[in-house]
């Protein structure tokens, strides 16, 4: 009776391992579907540039590489002699490509910070090829059985750092970008980090690729909302941006108009890549003097928008600080044109914002006649 209740419980525990692995295989699959998938509606898109694109179809088929070495490692486990090589091969690739899928996160963010995190990433890559030979950091023994060995904590290093690494540019992104989503990338980190730990905790339960699949779309619509709601050229909030602001704007705002005197003319007169300088200098300005109060728009062509909702009282300071570098910047370029500028308080409660943007414009457009009659004056 005993023997035949032990041989139960040895068939359910068999059935359970090979539903377990029956389950993980469907879940590898469906993410390397689903990442095949984001990458073909990826390559087709025309939102994104094509440096943009390429780059996100690198992050996804990474992540879709490591989580295939990842399945072929376990299916491999405890087979034979025969398929040690094998076994030893595909550790190779995914340990060495997991840890740049976050790098790959920050390429497509900010591309300028990346290098020296490849260098890094590289010597890694190295170590985890040589382990495939000495076995410091994993091991697979003659049975093709995988283990953790020694200095498995390089490979989580590597790994943590680079997460690190990409949610510092992501951070530095959204001040860049004037995006406030925190919340939502503070999600995404737990996201992988919870399944880094369960993982940990639980080796049999491998959900890592399976929350990488979730976040790495999670990002690809963070950054796709931060592009189509970003103009390039001033690296400002552009009009939809404006659009999708205004309609929750609900406490006291100071909404500032500005826009450049005689841009069409300048144009004309040097060219347009000399008027993409003129936008590119006067966003940054704008951003450098207000973003840290409030919202810095391209509003269309010529004209900006800065929507305050901090320090309000300090509206004069900042617009008289604005004058101020612009006249330094045409010390160095004097053929920088004169940027006009209007503003208007609202209050949600005592009127409409359309009311107050037609007080900021009045006033833009009243200094903007100001200054037109003292260049008539001068010539």
Not at 5 to 24: C, N, P, T
Not at 114 to 136: C, D, K, N, P, Q
Request: glycine share 6%; net charge neutral; with cysteine.
């Amino acid at each position: 009776m005993r023997r035949y209740m032990a041989k139960i419980k040895l068939i359910v525990k068999e059935r359970e391992g090979r539903a377990i692995k029956d389950y993980y295989t469907a879940v590898i699959w469906l993410c390397i579907f689903a990442l095949s998938a984001v990458a073909v509606s990826i390559n087709m898109s025309r939102t994104l540039m094509r440096q943009s694109r390429v780059r996100f179809i690198l992050l996804f088929t990474s992540i879709a590489l490591s989580a295939l070495c990842e399945w072929i490692g376990v299916m491999l486990q405890n087979t034979g002699p025969e398929t040690r090589t094998i076994h030893i091969l595909v550790k190779m690739i995914e340990l060495s490509v997991a840890p740049c899928t976050s790098v790959f996160f920050a390429w497509i963010v900010e591309p300028r910070y990346v290098r020296s995190m490849m260098w890094f990433l590289t010597a890694h890559g190295l170590l985890e090829i040589l382990s495939g030979f000495f076995g410091f950091i994993y091991y697979v023994d003659a049975y093709s059985y995988y283990y953790h060995a020694q200095y498995y904590w390089i490979y989580m290093l590597a790994y943590l750092v680079s997460l690190c690494y990409v949610f510092i540019i992501i951070g530095k992104s959204m001040k860049t970008y004037q995006y406030t989503g925190y919340v939502y990338t503070l999600m995404i980190l737990l996201l992988i980090l919870g399944g880094i730990v369960v993982q940990l905790i639980n080796s049999s339960v491998r959900v890592v690729y399976l929350s990488l699949t979730i976040a790495s779309v999670m990002i690809y619509v963070f950054s796709l909302e931060m592009v189509q709601q970003t103009d390039k050229l001033s690296e400002l909030l552009n009009r939809r941006g404006f659009d999708t602001f205004v309609q929750n704007i609900d406490v006291p705002s100071v909404i500032i108009f500005f826009d450049i005197d005689r841009f069409k003319s300048m144009n004309d007169e040097y060219g347009h890549a000399f008027g993409d300088k003129c936008i590119t200098t006067i966003g940054r300005t704008i951003k450098h003097v207000y973003a840290k109060n409030g919202k810095c728009f391209r509003y269309g062509g010529d004209e900006f928008c800065v929507i305050l909702q901090k320090n309000l009282e300090k509206t004069d300071a900042m617009n008289e600080q604005f004058i101020r570098e612009i006249q330094e910047i045409r010390v160095e370029e004097n053929r920088l044109p004169i940027v006009s500028f209007g503003y208007a308080y609202f209050d949600p409660e005592d009127g409409s914002f359309q009311s107050a943007i037609s007080l900021a414009d009045e006033m833009m457009y009243r200094q903007k006649r100001e200054h037109e009659a003292l260049d008539a004056v001068l010539l």
